[in-house]
Structures are given as C-alpha cells and as structure tokens.
C-alpha cells in the first residue's frame, strides 16, 4: 500500500515542472514499459495489480516491483482505463549534443509541435525510418508528458530528443537544413543527400521567420487535390519516407 | 431559444442511431462549417451564438441562421470548448456506388478501421492527394462521427465514403487491388500502373483473411528502423505519396 505522499508524488509526475523536480516520469502500457526496460533507461519502480503477470514484459533484468490497488492504480495513472502496470523511470541525463553525432545521418528537427499525439506519432515515425535523434525548440511539448509516451508506443525508449535554442543549433551545425515550407522544392525531385535536417514547425504556424532563415534548402510536399494543409506527422512521415527511398538507391 | 425536445433531438445526433433515424449530422469549426456550406451538402440550420459574426463562413447563399445561448450550444456540441456555431446539416443521399467511377483513378478502401481520429485524418489526406472515393467495410466507424468531421478538417465535404460488404465489393471490381501487408512488395519498388484500390486493415488486426485473399497485390512499407508498426492514417499518406510520385512520371 502506498503512503497519500507516495501517491500525489507519482501522481504530480503528470506535470512538467514535477517531473523535472523529481527527476522521473510515468510510463504506462505493457508494451511502452517492456520497451523502457529494454533500454538505456533506468527504471525506479513498476507498480502493479494483483491481476498483473510480470511474463507480460518479459524481463531479462531484476526490477524493483511493488504491488498496489486498482484503487491506487487509478490515482497515478493518467488514462482513463489504466492497464494493470505503471512504470517510474528515471529522467534521463544524457550528455549535451555533441553536433558530430548528427553527421552522416538524417535527424529531425521541431520547432514549437504543440499537440503530444503529433509528437508522440513523430517519435514513433522517427523509429520506423531508424532515425535516432530528435532536436527541439525550448517550447516544443514536453517528450515526457503522459500523452507524448502513450503515442510514442514505446519508440521513445529507443531515441533521443534534446531541447535547445534552434536558432543557436541550426546556426552553429553544418549540415543541409531541409525545411518543410509551402513554396519549396518539390520533395519528388529534392536531392537530399546522405545527412541533414528535416525540421518541421508548429501545428498552426509553421517554422517561426528566423528558423526559416536558418533553412538551407525549402522543401514541400506537392498537393493534388484541394486539402488546406496535412497534419505535421503526416508530413514528416513522407518526408522520411522519401529520404529513405532516395537513401536505398 | 431552443425547446427541450429540440435540444435533445440535436444533442442525439453524437450518435450514429439517431443521425440514421433523423437524418441529419452536425458540422462543428468555422472552417469545416464553411466546407460543407460550400459543397453538395444540403444545409438544414446554423446554430450560433451572438458572438458570431456570419462573415467568417464567407457565405454566396443563403441558408438558415438560428441564433441560441451559450448554454445550448454547449448543451448541443460534442466539444469540450466549442466554438460560436454548429450547423445541422442533411445526410446525404448519394446513389448506389457505380464501379465504373472508379476506373482510371486512385480510391481507398478501409477494413474496419475503428479510430475516429485515423478517419478523419485519411479522409484529410485523401483530399490532399486528389482522391474522391472511399469504400468502407460495413463495420468501419461512422464517418457522420463527430470526431471523424472534426478530424477530417472540412475535407469530407468533397470526398464520397461508401459502407459496403467488402468481400462482395471486391470479388467484383475489376481493378488492381493493393492492400497493406506485412510481407509484401516494398512500396517504392512497385509499379501501382494509373488506376486502383489502396486498401488499408484495421489498426490492431490489419486486413481480414478474407479481404485478403482479394488483394491482387501486397505492398509493404519497408522499415528501417525499430518500431514495430506504423499508425494506419501514416501508413496510408505513404501509400499515397507513392503513388503520386509515379502518376506524375
């Protein structure tokens, strides 16, 4: 049984500022914590039902397991209709970006993605086309909020997302910078090379003016028919998906 | 003001059994409602509230304005925080799907998805690339679904969406019928030709065996990375993409 501090603190991890205050966040859902488990991540504890079975995430480590109410469960969680598990996971500490780790590859990069299921969808896309880092705005979503995660469906275990000054990166790094704009080129007939950007704006507004400065090459996704716009997952999705074939030639 | 039995009648409409009974739906945004006012659909009633202004919906006919309290609105709409207008607008009516209208182009066929969100925003991409038909197993979520509209951003006004037996629909159509598999030809490497069906599963169980075997071609995003699958609405925007891609060589 769990002490009323124990759980408002796992609860409070629903929010940023606490999750940065304690160091930890959440993870939910047998497949997401499987993942973390099996990852650089460390893992504080997992907490279950009764009715959980711990062969679900196939455990090849010792984890500290503590068992607890639905009741108790349903407190901590942020879904509706929690699993039988919670996972608290240690906020990692990696070291700064170093920008050679970007060289010979294609990364992605936010500027300001606002909705969590867009970022999530987006680290889960990244995963799918092996891309392994993720370069954010200081004001893009927070990568662990609850929602992010649960999106994510475990691909965040196996990337990693940095918050930074993009003006300061994109004005420092030498790579191509390929940016997602209405009057670019054409990404049917774009050349993108072995290794560069894809960077990506805000929901609503697009990449903000300076970072637009920044790009190095326009790109955009050519319209057939009559939809005002596609959703930013949706858009980083082919832009990748096009990399990658380009890539495979 | 609005009666009781009125409120009712609309706040029913959330639901699929009574849009069939009463033959209507409901349109929420300014930018969806101004879609649908600008197309086949037939326009029952706009309900709005004094803070309105009707210029928003660039309105070239006229059509039935009915103004009401914020309260009734927020009685009626499916929204946590919904704007300053929802409109009523007539199911419609389209005649029985001619198979011939679907020679010479692209369309897509859905196999139970269940997703609100995944609908609307294959509808939104479908729009984007130019395609005007989709065909629905019989036990795919209902388009007419508040959350399908929302997400479909006004693009449904100029799609039409077909409920069909599949198997029935597919046994008998004479078109190359590529459906999204595991273990199929990798998508860039594929020749789609100028004319055919996309068919795309359910998010958790993908195509039925039956559907399947009446695919005359399996396609396959080929993944580079880790993540064990792709979310359905990226899948198809893929898909799509190239298919574009080789139309316009």
């Known amino acids: 049984m769990l002490s009323k501090s124990q759980i408002n603190l796992l609860k409070s991890l629903q ?22 488990i099996n990852s650089a ?11 959980f079975e711990p062969k679900v995430l196939n455990l090849s480590q010792k984890i500290n397991l503590c068992e607890i109410s639905v009741t108790e469960l349903e407190k901590i ?3 509706k209709t929690p699993q039988d598990v919670i996972a608290q996971v240690k906020l ?5 970006l170093d920008h050679s780790q970007l060289a010979g590859k294609f990364s992605i990069v936010l500027d300001g993605i606002q909705d969590p299921g867009n970022m999530g969808t987006i680290i ?3 995963d799918w086309f092996g891309i392994h880092y993720i370069v954010c705005s200081t004001d893009t979503v927070d990568v662990y ?10 691909s965040l275990a196996r990337l990693k997302v940095y918050y930074t000054d993009l003006t300061d990166f994109l004005a420092e790094i030498k ?4 940016g997602a704009l209405l009057d670019g080129d054409n990404i049917y007939n774009t050349d993108f090379g072995r290794e560069g950007l894809i960077i990506m704006g805000n929901e609503g507004n697009g990449l903000r003016p300076e970072v637009q400065k920044l790009v190095t090459q326009a790109v955009t ?29």
């Open 15 to 36: 929010h940023k500022k606490f999750r940065s205050g304690q160091s930890f966040f959440l993870v939910e859902g047998h497949k997401s914590i499987a993942e973390f």
């Open 41 to 51: 991540y460390q893992i504080e504890t997992v907490y279950h039902t009764s009715a």
């Open 77 to 79: 969680s942020s879904l």
């Open 92 to 96: 990692p500490q990696w070291p700064a």
């Open 124 to 126: 889960r896309i990244a």
């Open 145 to 154: 909020n609850p929602k992010v995660i649960q999106a994510s469906m475990g």
């Open 175 to 178: 790579l191509p910078a390929f």
């Open 221 to 249: 996704i050519p319209r057939i028919g009559k939809a005002e716009s596609l959703n930013v997952a949706i858009a980083t999705a082919l832009l990748c998906s096009e990399i990658t074939r380009k890539f495979g030639q």
